[in-house]
């Protein structure tokens, strides 16, 4: 169980493009989704929160405009980045709460997140 | 400020041989401490969590442990398969987010 999956695993862009990366949880509803930036030999940085149906919560420094994110339902969210440049590249991460462990009278288990196998933008 | 420091930031075994890693962090209100693998090129994958001091959860060789400034996770007699980048991260109750420490990569030698 709660397993999350991203598409696709891996990207080549051209600059100024846009890109769109999804993420789904397979087995399990997702209330909140969360998107990470990870740099090479670097721990993962939080960008937004995306709750399902209303719009997303960014990090300080991160461009809500350049990362559009999207959480239509509560099995899927997407990261679109707009106007990708070089600077862009790295590697995306996603994860998800569980929503129905919220409901299991344990709510120390909503609290587990998930993640996804991640995507690697390259942005030439 | 949410802090979550991990040590050390490289470990290099011999197989069979026995080690621990360290997870200090300074968390407002903690909603629970969590492990997680991660392989060179992927997400990470979740290990344990734990949520009160004194408590323990095993998986194999790993064991992890909590008290109420650190977590450490214990790994027996590892083997070269173990290698990997063990991320320790804190869940703050108040802001609603999961910190990060920076990792601490294993190596076990055969």
């Known amino acids: 169980g709660a397993v999350v999956s991203q598409h696709p695993s891996w990207v080549i862009c051209k600059s100024g493009t846009s890109v769109k990366i999804e993420c789904r949880s397979l087995d399990f509803q997702a209330t909140t989704m969360f998107w990470y930036r990870q740099f090479p030999k670097q721990s993962l940085m939080l960008m937004a929160t995306s709750n399902e149906g209303s719009k997303a919560t960014y990090e300080q420094g991160v461009e809500k405009d350049k990362f559009l994110i999207n959480h239509a339902s509560l099995t899927l969210s997407t990261l679109t980045v707009t106007s990708a440049h070089p600077e862009d590249s790295s590697f995306y991460i996603c994860?998800?709460?569980?929503?129905?462990?919220?409901?299991?009278?344990?709510?120390?288990?909503?609290?587990?997140?998930?993640f996804g196998p991640g995507t690697r933008l390259t942005v030439t | 400020e949410d802090q979550v420091t991990q040590s050390p930031e490289a470990l290099r075994l011999q197989e069979g041989e026995s080690s621990s890693l360290n997870c200090s962090y300074t968390?407002?209100?903690?909603?629970?401490l969590f492990w997680y693998r991660q392989d060179p090129g992927k997400g990470p994958e979740f290990l344990f969590t734990?949520?009160?001091a004194g408590e323990e959860k095993e998986k194999e060789r790993l064991k992890a442990t909590l008290t109420k400034k650190e977590s450490f996770l214990h790994i027996t007699a590892p083997k070269p398969e173990d290698s990997a980048t063990y991320l320790c991260a804190a869940f703050s109750g108040n802001t609603g987010k999961l910190i990060f420490g920076q990792g601490t990569t294993l190596q076990v030698k055969p």
């Open positions: 994860s998800a709460r569980d929503w129905g462990a919220t409901g299991t009278g344990d709510p120390q288990s909503s609290y587990e997140q998930y």
């Open positions: 734990l949520y009160s």
């Open positions: 968390v407002s209100g903690l909603r629970g």
